[in-house]
T-cell receptor, first 111, second 115 residues
Framework: NAGVTQTPKFQVLKTGQSMTLQCAQD?????MYWYRQDPGMGLRLIYY???????DKGEVPNGYNVSRLNKREFSLRLESAAPSQTSVYFC??????????FGSGTQLSVL | AQTVTQSQPEMSVQEAETVTLSCTYD???????LFWYKQPPSRQMILVIR??????QNATENRFSVNFQKAAKSFSLKISDSQLGDAAMYFC????????????FGKGTKLTVNP
């Protein structure tokens, strides 16, 4: 059982470049989430998907788009990366809406 | 909006001793979940313990226990017999029961365990 798998683990972008962070879970969870973690800020919710076909904005959605491709996969896209988006990104999933299972994170640097 | 406050950015403890990490939260809800997550240097987020607000009994998981004071909106984590492997960032988190999907995190407490 892989749990929640995120790719890539590390990425360096130049300002203005685009990229997609991939996330997949094999636990048959309904809900999936994208968080970003910045020093001294804890984890902040970017977007979430309560079920396949639905997505909703979290606390810090600006500059991001998401796609819930199917029940397993939830991707996060940066259309035009900015230095302010340098962060560690975590994907998570849950079934019972209370316990979250996290991926191992993506360290993103935007130069 | 719900907020979670961890007032101790850093804490340290001697190996085998006990340490308590503080967490307070603000909510108008009566039923919700509270969590403590551990994040070691590997960056992996690991669920340590969970508490349901309607349950009076404090949750325990081996050496980890909580002191849940609902009226005071306080949810502290006690680590007994601290081990070197307990060194990590610890995040307190809140989730409203039903409805909103958001898990709201505090800013974290960095725990150092001294040998």
């Amino acid at each position: 059982n892989a749990g929640v798998t995120q790719t890539p683990k590390f990425q360096v972008l130049k300002t203005g470049q685009s990229m997609t962070l991939q996330c997949a879970q094999d636990m048959n969870h309904n809900s999936m989430y994208w968080y970003r973690q910045d020093p001294g800020m804890g984890l902040r919710l970017i977007y979430y998907s309560a079920s396949e076909g639905t997505t909703d904005k979290g606390e810090v959605p600006n500059g991001y788009n998401v796609s819930r491709l199917n029940k397993r996969e939830f991707s996060l896209r940066l259309e035009s990366a900015a230095p302010s988006q340098t962060s560690v990104y975590f994907c998570a999933s849950s079934f019972h809406r209370e316990k979250l299972f996290f991926g191992s994170g993506t360290q993103l640097s935007v130069l | 909006a719900q907020t979670v406050t961890q007032s101790q950015p850093e804490m340290s403890v001697q190996e085998a001793e006990t340490v308590t990490l503080s967490c307070t939260y603000d909510t108008s809800e009566s039923d919700y979940y509270l969590f403590w997550y551990k994040q070691p240097p590997s960056r992996q987020m690991i669920l340590v313990i969970r508490q349901e607000a309607y349950k009076q009994q404090n949750a325990t998981e081996n050496r980890f226990s909580v002191n849940f004071q609902k009226a005071a909106k306080s949810f502290s984590l006690k680590i007994s017999d601290s081990q070197l492997g307990d060194a990590a960032m610890y995040f307190c988190a809140y989730k409203k029961k039903g409805g909103s999907e958001k898990l709201v995190f505090g800013k974290g407490t960095k725990l150092t365990v001294n040998p």
